[in-house]
């Protein structure tokens, strides 16, 4: 038995598969493009590992996909590579339909042809997996109820089309070839290992590093925050007992302004690693001009994952959240060397005109 992943050098796909192999025998394959976003050094604990195969590659590859599938023999397919920082998306679309649609329509197609040609006790045990976000379904106001699977698909920038496309494609591979999928559709993710280019790790670094804390807009736009490891659990149970065609919510039922995520990463710092001055981190908060497009309000309906397949998440924010700058502060190395050229190239795009 193996589970093919992809994107599993990503910031969820590693930490899946480290959570994975800490816990089954199953060996993994691992599928990964290395973009900016890959990191192999956040796999380093599993070198030598003979359960662990990090393959470079595309999704959209159909020759080096088939040949991966005929030579491993996965039970299932977990779906994580993609495109996915929206910010990115709204520089740059093409990235982001070259893999999020065009590699995952290839990605389906190289699993289809495999799987329709396993002996039928194969073929009902193998699950596609796939990973995709609650930005889907647009943006919520303020009093509205939160996002359930039911929700109109509406989303608003090229990063969430781009996934909702992909999630179409796949319900249609189940639909119309019987291909057997499920679907979760996740909050923002944070901990460990998370790209510091999207809020949280941001923060974290930019505060240690005594630069501004560029807050979009009014800072009062609401994300629902669930902690990587929740999201990892979720992942696996959906795998174990999810059910055919069927598409779950995972959230952490932790909807927050952005600007108290980023008060709180200051109060944690100030007291985990207090400034010399004895100023507060938070005097470092600067409001910078607005995302174009930016969604006001997202929140996860997470019960019928919890109902029919007892899934709830271990973390509170409160919890989460003092792990996660717990390990910025333990991994100062990790950080620095993702702060690559390419890195600093995109901070300066983004950044320069505020
Ligand atoms: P990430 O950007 O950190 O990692 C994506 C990984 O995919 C990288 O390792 C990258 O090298 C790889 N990749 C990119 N294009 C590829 C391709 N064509 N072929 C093979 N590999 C490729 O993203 P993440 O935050 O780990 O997100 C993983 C998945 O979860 C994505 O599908 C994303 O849409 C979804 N998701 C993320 C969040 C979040 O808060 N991070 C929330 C909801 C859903
Ligand atoms: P992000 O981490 O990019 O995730 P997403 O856009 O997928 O929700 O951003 C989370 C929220 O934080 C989002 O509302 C945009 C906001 N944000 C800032 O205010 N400043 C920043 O520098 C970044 C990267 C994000």
Redesign the pocket.
């Known amino acids: 038995m193996t589970l093919l992943v992809t994107g599993g050098a990503g910031f969820i796909g590693a930490n899946f598969v480290l959570d994975w192999l800490a816990q089954s025998p199953e060996p993994v394959v691992n599928l990964d493009k290395l973009t900016y976003a890959g990191n192999p050094e956040t796999l380093a604990s599993l070198q030598g590992d003979a359960r662990h195969q990090l393959v470079q590659g595309d999704i959209g590859d159909v020759d080096l996909v088939r040949q991966l599938l005929a030579e491993h023999r996965p039970r299932a397919v977990v779906n994580f590579a993609a495109e996915?920082?929206?910010?990115r998306s709204i520089h740059g679309p093409g990235d982001f339909i070259h893999t999020n649609i065009v590699g995952t329509f290839n990605l389906l197609e190289s699993v289809r042809g495999y799987w329709s040609a396993l002996p039928q006790a194969d073929q009902q045990a193998f699950r596609f997996l796939h990973v995709s976000?609650d930005?889907v379904y647009g943006s919520l106001g303020h009093a509205d109820p939160a996002f359930t699977e039911n929700h109109r698909y509406e989303p608003n920038?090229p990063?969430s089309a781009s996934k909702a496309a992909s999630d179409h494609l796949v319900r249609a591979w189940h639909h119309t070839y019987g291909l057997p999928v499920v679907t979760t559709n996740c909050s923002?993710n944070y901990g460990p290992y998370h790209f510091p280019?999207?809020?949280?790790p941001?923060?974290i670094v930019n505060a240690l590093a005594g630069k501004p804390?560029?807050?979009?807009?009014d800072?009062m736009?609401?994300?629902d925050w669930l902690y990587v490891k929740d999201h990892c659990s979720a992942i696996r149970r959906v795998l174990e007992a999810g059910r055919l065609g069927e598409t779950y919510n995972v959230g952490g039922w932790n909807e927050k302004p952005?600007i108290d995520?980023?008060k709180t990463i200051c109060q944690l710092l100030d007291e985990m690693r207090p400034k010399a001055d004895g100023s507060s981190y938070a005097s470092q908060i600067s409001y910078?001009t607005d995302?174009p497009g930016?969604?006001r309000r997202?929140a996860i309906d997470a019960r019928k994952l919890e109902a029919e397949l007892g899934w709830k998440p271990a973390e509170t924010f409160e919890t989460g959240i003092r792990k996660t700058v717990q390990w910025y502060l333990a991994h100062p190395e990790w950080v620095s060397n993702v702060q690559s050229g390419a890195y600093r190239e995109w901070v300066q795009k983004?950044?320069s005109a505020s």
Not at 197 to 200: D, N
């Open positions: 996915s920082h929206v910010d976000t930005e920038s990063y923002n280019e999207k809020l949280i941001l923060m804390l560029p807050v979009y807009g800072g736009q609401i994300r952005n995520i980023v910078v995302r930016h969604d997202y983004q950044y």
